[in-house]
């Protein structure tokens, strides 16, 4: 079963910025690199959703969250039926401890 995906709208500022960012600092190419990942990572996981590991304890609105690592971004999602939720994108540079507060605020 393929399922649907479904960006929360945080989620889609998450990937705006991070285009953003990567838009001013490293240039067209780079930013576009990025999307594409995103894009493949995403269709990805739409057929096998299975391939984030669980993410310790987090769960939203009742489902485990996982994650799946793309290098500096890693996409936060959790499967809620057939329907593929991303709820963050989040910067692997910064302070992981915080992914939590940042999920349940969502």
């Known amino acids: 079963m393929v399922l649907k ?6 989620a889609r500022e ?8 990567v838009l001013s600092e490293f240039g067209v190419h780079a930013a576009e690199n990025v ?14 959703p299975n391939l984030g590991k669980f993410w310790g304890d987090i769960v939203y609105k009742g489902n485990e969250v996982r ?9 936060i999602y959790c499967i809620c039926g057939k329907r ?3 709820i963050a994108l989040w910067n692997n540079r910064r302070d992981d401890r915080n992914i939590k507060t940042m999920i349940q605020s969502r």
């Open 67 to 75: 994650i799946l690592s793309l290098r500096q971004t890693s996409l």
């Open 84 to 86: 593929l939720l991303i």
């Open 35 to 48: 999307y594409r990942k995103v894009v493949e990572y995403i269709d990805n996981l739409r057929h096998f």
């Open 14 to 21: 998450d990937l705006n910025a991070e285009l953003e960012y």
């Open 5 to 10: 995906d479904e960006w929360l709208p945080e």
